[in-house]
């Protein structure tokens, strides 16, 4: 069964710290995509990413093929980061399908 | 400035009735999806539509249904055969570069559908 599987489920940071969400996905792939969902409901697009490493800004995402997993990072994290980030993968021959972890809520404080 | 809406932004629906949920995307996107989301769980993925007239059941179709008479808009159903539709509902869009390489997903605000 493929899965993707995100941890922590629940992350408090203070202002500041330095963030890391993980995902692990079961096969190959020939995409990952990090997401940010405000408590709105909506959803954006951060990063889509099939190897190496990406940035833009503050966030920092990155993937490691032959283990599996990817980090999303966040340096200097701010409360207007508190969100949840979603991980989601395009398994191969999948066509457009996308598959999604269940997760992570951030909640940054002064 | 482009992107999709969904409308409404939360609907209520009586037992037995259908329900349509609107999206409509000024990207020029050639794919559209339906997802669902329920607490503590991914998204799930309803229906998609790679091209005008035409669409795939996704992992939970039962239920609803769809059309795709434009490319601007996707509007789902939620029928009375869906016995649990107490969700959060996302549209998103996509187009593909030439060579068949998927660009991210756009994501509309979403319609939170209540049964009363």
């Known amino acids: 069964k493929n899965e993707v599987e995100q941890s922590p489920q629940n992350l408090t940071a203070q202002e500041g710290e330095f963030i890391t969400i993980n995902c692990s996905y079961s096969?190959?792939?020939?995409?990952l995509h990090w997401l940010q969902q405000h408590p709105g409901g909506g959803i954006v697009s951060l990063f889509m990413l099939s190897s190496g490493k990406k940035k833009h800004g503050r966030l920092i995402a990155t993937i490691n093929i032959q283990e599996k997993h990817s980090s999303l990072h966040i340096t200097a994290s701010h409360p207007r980061d508190s969100a949840v980030y979603i991980c989601?993968?395009?398994?191969?021959?999948?066509?457009?399908?996308?598959?999604f972890g269940t997760g992570t809520r951030l909640q940054v404080t002064l | 400035d482009g992107g999709i809406t969904q409308s409404p932004k939360y609907l209520f629906r009586k037992e037995g009735q259908n329900v349509t949920l609107s999206c409509e995307q000024n990207l020029n996107h050639d794919a559209m999806y339906w997802y669902r989301q329920d607490p503590g769980q991914g998204l799930r993925l309803i229906y998609y539509s790679q091209i005008v007239n035409d669409f795939q059941k996704g992992d939970i179709a039962e239920g609803y249904s769809v059309s795709r008479e434009k490319k601007e808009s996707f509007p789902l159903t939620v029928t009375s055969a869906q016995k649990n539709p107490t969700a959060f509902y996302l549209c998103a869009s996509s187009t593909f570069r030439q060579g068949g390489v998927e660009q991210p997903q756009h994501f509309g605000d979403g319609t939170r559908l209540s049964i009363l």
């Open positions: 096969v190959g792939i020939s995409a």
């Open positions: 989601a993968v395009r398994y191969s021959g999948t066509a457009s399908k996308l598959t």
